[in-house]
């Protein structure tokens, strides 16, 4: 149903900053949910941020808030992540994901279908 691409992670300095894209393909990219995960090595998956299909809901990791920003521009199929203040515990692969149809959460792995093939940050001292 829809194809996602990520972009904009690298390396970056602790208290630096990176934007981060998602490019959905397809014209129902604005009918489904998005939410933004990563996983750092040794740790599974977890939850960054997320955003409703006409981004009117707004969700957070704790990790992240007052840090992390996203948001969605339908019109040019992106949802963005942008990430301030960074950590060098912020150091993990990013992927976005499209959520299921199914499913009404907002948090979990589970509640997403598709997934892009993630965009690498690393954070150094």
């Known amino acids: 149903q829809v194809q996602l691409v990520e972009s904009g992670g690298g390396l970056v300095q602790a208290g630096g900053s990176l934007r981060l894209s998602c490019v959905g393909s397809?014209?129902?990219?604005?009918?489904?949910?998005v939410g933004w995960f990563r996983q750092a090595p040794g740790k599974e998956r977890e939850f960054v941020a997320s955003?409703?299909?006409?981004?009117?809901?707004?969700y957070y990791a704790d990790s992240v808030k007052g840090r992390g920003t996203i948001s969605r521009d339908n019109a040019k199929n992106t949802v963005y992540l942008q990430m301030n203040s960074l950590r060098l515990e912020d150091t993990a692969v990013y992927c976005c994901?499209?959520?299921?149809?199914?499913?009404?959460?907002?948090?979990?792995?589970?509640?997403?279908?598709?997934w892009g093939q993630g965009t690498q940050v690393t954070v150094s001292s």
């Open positions: 397809g014209r129902t990219f604005s009918t489904y949910a």
């Open positions: 955003i409703s299909q006409s981004g009117g809901q707004i």
């Open positions: 994901a499209a959520r299921s149809r199914y499913s009404s959460g907002y948090v979990s792995p589970s509640d997403y279908v598709y």
